[in-house]
């Protein structure tokens, strides 16, 4: 087993503080019992309280996670779709078009991404809120999908499903029944990525939303830019905890499929 050289090392521990002590610091001080966000007063959970008071972020709270669930399922079923056109359909007239345009939005600024969206909706009038958040961030989210889930597709054994249209299953049935269950953490994958895309866009819900259909980035945008309060730290606190519980939820059901997996291919050989 090679050894973690000291360059390494300190490289790695380096990188990390860089990205979590920060968020250490912003913990800490979301359980502050003074206003000021940088002077410590004590340990007090008060500013808890007062952001389940505040209507204004629940509100902008509740905009966010609807249209992260629709905008991630919708963007999880096309992406899927295009994912498994890419790989098991070969090659077809506008192949080459079809994969530029899926994967576009990769490499797309989401300044014109979103200004681009938001010329589409004006030109057919379509007023902006939370639909046209979610037409906007299922858009751009679908590629990441399409991405992982074929990904996977390319170390698919097509075998399987051979074998399942060989006792009768349709094409739709051995999708559902073969291809599906074994390509569903990567689907999962997918679908979370979408979910945490959404979750913390901020440039292309600014273009896309309207007056009713504030997101809480853009509510933190704009409580920010007049300063840091308390509150907000409670809010960045609650969301790290969820993102935490998310992706170690999400590992745990990796690992048991996974083992789940390897033992009912034991079982098969046995």
Request: aromatic share 10%; glycine share 8%.
């Amino acid at each position: 087993m090679r050894r973690l050289s000291w360059f390494n090392a300190i490289s790695l521990t380096l990188g990390f503080a860089f990205l979590y002590i920060p968020m250490l610091i912003l913990i800490t001080y979301s359980f502050n019992a003074g206003k000021l966000v940088t002077v410590w007063s004590g340990f007090s959970t008060k500013w808890y309280g007062e952001l389940f008071r505040n209507e204004a972020f629940l509100d902008a709270a509740w905009v966010t996670l609807k249209v992260a669930v629709m905008s991630s399922t919708i963007a999880t079923v096309l992406g899927t779709m295009a994912a498994y056109v890419m790989v098991r359909a070969g090659r077809f007239p506008g192949r080459t078009l079809f994969s530029g345009m899926i994967y576009a939005p990769l490499v797309m600024p989401e300044v014109i991404t979103g200004l681009s969206l938001l010329l589409l909706f004006i030109s057919i009038g379509l007023d902006r809120g939370v639909l046209t958040i979610v037409l906007a961030h299922t858009t751009f989210s679908m590629c990441f999908v399409s991405v992982v889930v074929s990904s996977r597709l390319v170390t698919f054994d097509q075998s399987l499903e051979e074998a399942a249209l060989d006792l009768g299953c349709t094409g739709f049935e051995a999708f559902r029944l073969v291809t599906l269950p074994i390509i569903m953490p990567a689907v999962v994958s997918g679908w979370l990525l979408a979910f945490t895309l959404s979750l913390d866009d901020l440039v292309i819900a600014s273009f896309t939303s309207g007056p009713s259909s504030t997101t809480l980035p853009i509510k933190i945008f704009s409580a920010v830019r007049l300063g840091v309060s308390p509150e907000i730290n409670a809010l960045s606190t609650i969301m790290i905890g969820l993102v935490t519980i998310g992706v170690i939820g999400a590992s745990l059901t990796s690992k048991r499929s996974i083992a789940k997996r390897q033992k009912d291919e034991q079982g098969a050989i046995q």
